[in-house]
């Protein structure tokens, strides 16, 4: 059952309870195979496809054929529903461009700003029982509008070696580049040092378990990576006019997709705690992955009641979670007072569910309290901007002395003389 506690008596550890860190063996374990994968490219992702997803492949890449098959194998009424998600979600990410700039209010000098995509870009995308289709959308369509040439999406397989024909479809219709089957560590390491068959990149973004999550940390610098992503969050605040059964169903929502997930409610109102804790029992008891979902609740969900919603506000900005539900009368009101969240939802009726699948702001979001400083997957991630600088010989003069001053105050002879060996006479 999920615990109820009082705002003014929490510990620090009780308001987040997020330490969670990767068991001693496993980065070593990674190092290994991040080692193997350098080494032996090709033959160790067999090995370790194999090994890990007991699927033996002769094709690391997914053919022509398994596209075509999966085609046929898919729903019409589900292939509209991938289309319009995935136009609600380019909809919203096209707001997301920058515009490059340029100055030049002052003569004699150029300066400004220009915005270039990440020239190749792999895609991780777990899968549990299968590869979220979502996942793929949400991931590879931003990078899409940001210009990048070349998109790797990599999956791992089932037993037979196949791809779950709704993920094909949905990389087909974000136009992935490339699908390879694989998955873990072993398929950052593909991604991060090339292989044989695997194009090496220039970032790795999405989702994955812990092994992921230590080879994308042990990879960086020298690929890109978007974020460490955690275990899923929910925050649902909540006053006393919300209906206990809606709150509790965005609850399991989340409790549902692991063990480690963090289900939370805070309230002003001790009635909706009680109600939404017994009410979480009777909606566990018919849930399929109920034993995943109580675990959740019992280890890491909470309830907290506080006397009125400025402390449950202040509960939201200390726990930063990376969904929030705002499940009250003036959602607008509240919103200009949340300082961290990674995606916030508006009403009693936006449920995050609607975030994941369908409406189109991103679902790939800063977990573990790191909302505070960190924000959804965008466009952004997958640019880069460069500035540029010009200034004629006379302009360059002007300034010349107070550039060699500085230089000199920094003990770098070699700036002020370059700058000066320009002066006009």
């Known amino acids: 059952m999920i615990r109820i506690l009082n705002f003014d008596k929490l510990t620090p550890e009780e308001f987040l309870n997020r330490d969670i860190q990767a068991e001693e063996d496993v980065p070593a374990a990674v190092d290994g195979i991040l080692r193997e994968v350098l080494t032996r490219g090709d033959a160790a992702l067999r090995d370790y496809t194999k090994r890990f997803d007991g699927a033996e492949l002769k094709d690391l890449r997914v053919t022509a054929e398994e596209f075509d098959q999966a085609r046929e194998a898919v729903d019409p009424y589900f292939l509209e529903t991938l289309r319009e998600a995935a136009a609600n979600i380019r909809r919203f990410h096209e707001h997301q461009r920058h515009n490059d700039f340029v100055l030049t209010d002052r003569g004699g000098m150029v300066m400004g700003q220009r915005w270039t995509p990440i020239e190749k870009v792999g895609i991780c995308v777990p899968r549990s029982p299968e590869a979220f289709p979502s996942t793929i959308l949400m991931n590879v369509i931003p990078a899409q509008i940001a210009g990048v040439q070349d998109i790797v999406l990599v999956t791992p397989p089932r037993k037979d070696g196949s791809i779950s024909p709704e993920a094909l479809m949905a990389a087909e219709l974000a136009e992935v580049t490339d699908v390879f089957k694989l998955g873990g560590a072993q398929a950052v390491a593909a991604l991060a040092y090339g292989t044989e068959t695997v194009p090496r990149v ?8 812990i092994f992921v999550a230590t080879a994308k940390r042990k990879v960086f610098g020298m690929v890109d990576i978007d974020m460490i992503a955690g275990p899923s969050e929910i925050l649902v605040l909540a006053d006393g006019k919300s209906d206990p059964r809606w709150v509790s169903a965005d609850l399991l929502s989340q409790a549902e997709h692991d063990v480690l997930s963090s289900a939370v409610l805070v309230t002003d109102s001790q009635a909706l705690a009680e109600a939404v804790q017994a009410e979480m029992e009777a909606q566990l008891a018919d849930l399929p992955r109920r034993d995943v979902a109580r675990k959740s609740i019992e280890e890491n969900g909470k309830i907290i009641v506080a006397d009125s919603l400025e402390k449950a506000v202040e509960a939201v900005n200390r726990i930063a979670p990376e969904h929030l539900e705002l499940c009250v009368d003036e959602p607008f009101a509240l919103l200009p007072q949340i300082k961290n969240a990674g995606s916030i939802f508006l ?22 309290g790191t909302a505070r400083f960190s924000s959804p997957l965008g466009v952004d991630d997958f640019m880069k901007r460069s500035s540029f600088l010009y200034y004629d010989r006379a302009t360059l003069s002007a300034c010349a002395d107070r550039i060699a001053d500085f230089a000199r105050r920094e003990g ?10 320009r002066k006009l006479d």
């Not at 220039?202 to 378990?209: F, L, S």
């Not at 936006?350 to 573990?368: M, R, S, V």
């Open 202 to 209: 220039d970032k790795i973004v999405g989702p994955g378990g």
């Open 347 to 368: 009403g009693r009726n936006t449920p995050e569910a609607l975030g994941d699948y369908f409406a189109g702001p991103n679902h790939t979001l800063p977990t573990a």
């Open 412 to 421: 770098l002879e070699g700036h002020a003389r370059s700058a000066l060996s």
